[in-house]
């Protein structure tokens, strides 16, 4: 009886010893999203900053571009605030809307020469570049946090250890493709605009390779 009972107690402690082993790497994976994710958010907090200098500065020369300003000023307020797919879902909107922005500085060629427009310019591509690069990484936890929920023996004891799945970060389809802009997009306004010839280039340059945070 002695032995019976000696050999419940070691597989009850083999148990709870096993249970504590997989509570601590539910935890540290579940750390490793949300570091991950801290990072996006201060890469958002940056671009969230630059959007009302870069709206002044085109004001001052494109003043009919009422419609985009407003479009941009909308999306900027979503990018602090919502669930991890209300803030991706904004940033791809602002994304594509701040293409347009740089496709209408093609028709005023004073504010393409704006070393201040260049300089906003340059900061948001270099911002939406890391964005790009963090949210690789923050892709790559959520996954393997979330393989580990799922995976047997994570997915007997998830639940029971309140560990849930996480959201990925997800970007736009078009993000992979050639910045296309589409005029019809701006509501109009090209026909109030100055009859300026626009350039050959389109939107925003693309960004290069991701650079160093």
Do not use: C, H
Not at 116 to 129: G, H, I, P, S, W
Not at 172 to 196: I, M, N, R, W, Y
């Amino acid at each position: 009886m002695g032995l019976l009972l000696d050999i419940i107690g070691i597989v009850i402690v083999l148990i709870l010893v096993f249970i504590v082993i997989l509570y601590n790497g539910f935890v540290q994976k579940r750390n490793r999203v949300q570091d991950a994710w801290a990072q996006i958010e201060v890469q958002l907090k940056r671009r969230y900053d630059l959007i009302p200098n870069l709206i002044e500065t085109v004001k001052g020369y494109a003043k009919y571009e009422k419609s985009v300003f407003t479009q941009v000023t909308q999306l900027r307020s979503s990018l602090v605030t919502g669930s991890v797919q209300d803030k991706a879902q904004a940033n791809n909107m602002l994304s594509s809307t701040l293409k347009s922005i740089f496709a209408v500085a093609e028709n005023y060629p004073d504010l393409k020469a704006s070393d201040n427009f260049k300089n906003l310019q340059q900061q948001l591509a270099d911002t939406e570049d890391r964005i790009a690069f963090v949210r690789t990484s923050y892709n790559d936890y959520v996954l393997d946090y979330n393989n580990a929920l799922q995976e047997f023996p994570g997915n007997v004891f998830a639940g029971m250890l309140n560990f849930q799945k996480g959201d990925f970060f997800q970007a736009p389809p078009e993000a992979e493709q050639p910045v296309k802009v589409d005029f019809s997009d701006l509501g109009g306004s090209q026909q109030t605009q100055p009859s300026a010839p626009a350039s050959s280039r389109k939107g925003a340059k693309k960004p290069k390779a991701p650079p160093s945070s």
